[in-house]
């Protein structure tokens, strides 16, 4: 067994959210990275690749799910399977969001026209 303490999650800013490992290879030695996401309301994630699936479950708020060509409204409770390799964009609804994600350790992202790189909260 092993146990992460809230004191030990790692913290991860970016412009669009606030990424908190969990767990992962790094941080638990979890075969499967796990963080919370919290984005603000006003911001947008951008366009990206992941090259593999992940899942995501609001735990609250609000939030628009773009997946190539599809797009769905999401609440807290609400959980979505994105497929690897497929455009993605989250954008927080009027209060904002918060989930929970996991996918494969190894992962990589990209921009268009962007070279692979490793999320650090997934490390």
Known sequence: MRIVRSAETRRTETPAAV????ASPALGG????????????GTQGPVHHIDAEQVWTLT???AR???AEDA???GAG???VV???????FTPGPEGFAA???GPAGMSARLPGGEPVAPPWTA
């Open 78 to 80: 609400d959980t979505v």
């Open 19 to 22: 990424m908190t490992t969990l």
């Open 72 to 74: 769905a409204e999401l």
């Open 100 to 102: 929970i994600v996991t």
């Open 65 to 67: 799910v773009e997946v």
């Open 83 to 89: 497929p690897a390799d497929v455009a993605r964009r």
């Open 30 to 41: 979890a075969e499967r990275p796990l963080w919370r996401v919290e984005a603000a309301a």
């Open 60 to 62: 609250a708020g609000t």
